[in-house]
């Protein structure tokens, strides 16, 4: 025990210590000295003793402390000081450099205003001289334009035609670099002496060049066996050859000059004809005398001029090209070769000659606008035309042609009209004929595998000649007009096969029912593969490109249309599709239930006392299932003859599917079986039922799972139908714990039993009769 003047010391240090609390919001000098009070002495009263140590190196610290201040205190003023200096310092440049400044603004603006007069005069000075030079410029073109004039005249003094040529080209080169001058005097000038002279050149030169053609027999408008271009007189041919050359590459070098003064003959812009350059010159003059020959015979109130012959005037320019190809290659291409002209002398020919062709079509074309036999027949006879320019003549598509012409708005919305016309009214002819629904190739087996009927041979030929029309139409958007033409017929088409396929639909098995399905497999197939075409890939990705521009269809159907996933023909061929299953699932449908009736007494089939397999001589069919096969064996004959073999494929699987569960769910899961009847029924099924379609497969059970399937379960020895059925009894039992009990399946799948479930197993195992005692 602790002495009492202990006791009293503790109390009177426990009521001493109070607790001190932070004040945050200030520097608590009282906090801290009690926390470090607490921290060396604590409740340890032993440690009292150590407190001279303690307050020795307080006393320490407090000392450092204080030379710390004190050298602070000392080093901040003379810091400050520097600073201070410093500012004086730059505040006194800073004054002596505006003074400076003051000093220089002062004198410029004093000198500015010395060298004002100065500027004045000097202004005058250099405008004068620059007025002088630009009147020495202009007197040097107008030297350098006379020096050319001179040199030409020279030359055509000394017949030297070929510099006098040449030094032209020159000067038409400086009349082009000069356009862009506001001297219009100058111009007119420089304009003037080149017309000028190019007149004088032009007439000699086309004078010379015409005698040269007309020593060659030039135009040849006889047929080419009776030609005789290119065969002057022996002696006199190398002459006649080497002026035709020179003439032709003089002509050549006016070409620039004859582009500055001609203007070339324009149609208007609504044909939207492409740009193209002018006729070299040689080639012109060597048209004259047809151009001469077309406008004589075509123009004005000749008795070549009708509107009803538009094949006049097409076939014979068509014959000109033809009679000159020849020469052109051999005596023309050469020059412009050797010239270093990169010009295709028989595509300018053909050129020059199209745009007669299109200058009259642009006149005759108002005048049998609303005619349609004489319009109908214009195109036809336009599009012969092209046809043959392109294919035999070599003509290019980036050049004009007649397919412009048609391009015009009331042009073209006029053609559509005419073509869907006679399209409908070619229609109506072909569904009306008495062949419509027979096979042109009935009688020749390799070509008759589609079956297809008149009318839709006829009706896809029509479509295709459409496509073969305006194919070679110059703008993407006015073949997307076509094309949904084609679309519209196709629909009008689907329309009127199905009004026809209605008042057939009571004799769903019959031979115009089936030429309709014929019919309609046949346009979606072909559909299909045009939809791989090069030519509508092209449109439909003219198509994407105006979708994408009016937001007319859905990011997915773009998405769709963009990656190539649907086709321009898709809308089309979905209908078709949705028609062709309609009418097959109908076949399929009356087949069945003629089926169903003929099955009636096969239902009744007592197959609880058939006798045993054992007990049989022979096996045989059932009696009352022949009428189901019979009318089963006549129906896919009949069906096999009529459709083609892709429809009847669909056909006779649908058929079997139907037929499988059928048998399945009203024969076998609603009768029971003795040993003999699921014999009965496995010998009527495997021997008799599955060979029926055979001839259209190589395994036809697999299309009958169910009834493939419960035969084997009714048909299995008695010891695997107990031990079968015990695996399934304990499956069950466990499906609880175990679900999906994989023993059940691997035993079923053992057996040959896939399609089943285990509950159908179960049934089925419960419709065999013949069990024995196990005494359970």
């Not at 050549?252 to 492409?274: F, G, R």
Request: hydrophobic share 40%; proline share 4%.
């Amino acid at each position: 025990m602790k002495s009492v003047a202990e006791k009293e010391d503790m109390a009177a240090i426990a009521v001493g210590k109070k607790e001190v609390t932070r004040d945050l919001d200030h520097c608590d000098i009282p906090y801290y000295v009690s926390e470090f009070v607490e921290r060396e002495v604590g409740n340890d009263y032993d440690s009292l003793r150590k407190l001279d140590n303690l307050i020795d190196k307080l006393s320490e610290n407090k000392k450092q402390l204080e030379e710390q201040v004190l050298t602070v205190s000392s080093e901040v003023p003379k810091r400050i000081q520097n600073a201070l200096k410093n500012a004086e310092d730059s505040k006194k440049s800073l004054s002596r450099l505006l003074e400076e400044e003051t000093l220089l603004s002062e004198s410029v603006s004093s000198h500015l205003e010395k060298a004002q007069l100065w500027m004045e005069e000097l202004h005058v000075l250099i405008s004068q001289v620059e007025e002088i030079e630009r009147h020495l410029a202009y007197l040097k073109w107008i030297s350098r334009i006379e020096e050319l004039s001179d040199s030409i005249q020279q030359y055509l003094m000394t017949n030297n035609v070929p510099e006098a040529a040449s030094t032209l080209a020159f000067m038409a080169e400086l009349d082009i670099k000069l356009q862009k001058s506001s001297c219009s005097h100058l111009l007119a000038f420089m304009r003037s002496t080149v017309k000028f002279w190019h007149k004088i050149l032009k007439d000699k030169l086309s004078s010379d060049f015409e005698e040269v053609l007309t020593q060659l027999c030039w135009p040849f408008v006889g047929p080419p066996q009776s030609q005789a271009f290119g065969l002057p007189a022996p002696a006199s041919a190398p002459d006649v050859y080497n002026n035709l050359e020179m003439l032709f590459c003089q002509l050549l070098k006016l070409q620039t000059s004859d582009e500055l003064l001609t203007k070339p003959k324009q149609l208007p812009e609504k044909y939207s004809l492409p740009p193209s350059p002018p006729i070299i010159l040689p080639i012109q003059i060597m048209l004259n005398p047809l151009q001469k020959r077309f406008k004589y015979h075509f123009t004005g109130n000749k008795q070549t001029n009708v509107l009803n012959k538009p094949e006049w005037y097409l076939t014979q320019v068509l014959m000109w090209i033809g009679n000159h190809a020849k020469f052109l290659d051999d005596k023309i291409q050469p020059i412009l070769d050797k010239a270093g002209s990169s010009v295709n002398a028989g595509l300018e020919f053909s050129r020059a000659l199209v745009m007669l062709i299109l200058e009259k079509l642009a006149a005759d074309i108002p005048c049998l606008l609303y005619d349609d036999t004489l319009f109908c027949h214009l195109v036809d006879e336009v599009l012969l035309f092209e046809r043959e320019l392109y294919s035999v003549h070599g003509y290019l598509s980036s050049l004009p042609s007649c397919m412009h012409i048609l391009s015009e708005e009331s042009c073209f919305q006029r053609w559509l009209t005419v073509e869907k016309k006679f399209a409908l009214q070619k229609m109506d002819s072909m569904l009306s004929s008495e062949a419509a629904w027979v096979s042109q190739y009935k009688d020749i087996t390799d070509v008759d595998e589609m079956k297809v009927p008149d009318c839709a041979e006829t009706f896809m030929t029509l479509l295709l000649v459409i496509t073969d029309r305006y194919k070679n139409l110059p703008t993407a958007s006015r073949k997307l007009q076509f094309l949904g033409l084609q679309k519209e017929l196709v629909d009008d088409f689907r329309i009127r096969l199905t009004q026809v396929m209605k008042e057939e639909t009571r004799a769903s098995l019959g031979f115009r029912y089936c030429a309709i399905l014929n019919a309609v497999n046949y346009i979606a197939t072909v559909l299909a593969d045009w939809a791989d075409n090069v030519f509508f890939l092209q449109l439909q990705q003219a198509e994407l490109e105006v979708h994408v521009e009016s937001n007319a269809v859905s990011k997915l159907q773009l998405g769709q249309l963009a990656s190539m996933e649907s086709s321009v023909f898709d809308e089309m061929i979905n209908l078709l599709e949705r028609l062709k299953h309609d009418m097959l699932t109908r076949q399929v449908d009356h087949v069945f239930r003629e089926v169903k009736d003929a099955a009636k007494l096969y239902k009744k089939e007592r197959w609880l006392s058939l006798p045993s397999q054992a007990e049989q001589a022979v096996m045989s069919l059932s009696s009352t299932a022949c009428p189901m096969l019979l009318t089963l064996r006549d129906r896919l004959l009949q069906l096999e003859q009529q459709l083609c073999h892709s429809l009847f494929k669909i056909f006779w699987q649908m058929l079997a599917e139907k037929v499988d569960i059928y048998i399945y769910q009203e024969i076998i899961m609603a009768n029971h079986f003795n040993e003999g009847g699921a014999a009965q029924l496995q010998f009527d099924m495997s021997r008799n039922l599955f060979p029926l379609f055979s001839h259209y497969c190589k395994r036809p059970e697999n299309y009958f799972k169910h009834i493939k399937e419960a035969c084997i379960i009714l048909n299995l020895n008695v010891g695997s139908a107990l031990l079968l059925k015990d695996v399934l009894q304990s499956a069950a039992d466990n499906e609880t714990f175990k679900p999906n009990q994989p023993s059940a399946t691997a035993a079923l799948n053992e057996l040959g039993v896939y399609k089943l479930a285990q509950q159908d197993v179960e049934i089925l195992l419960n419709l065999r009769a013949s069990w024995p005692n196990t005494g359970k």
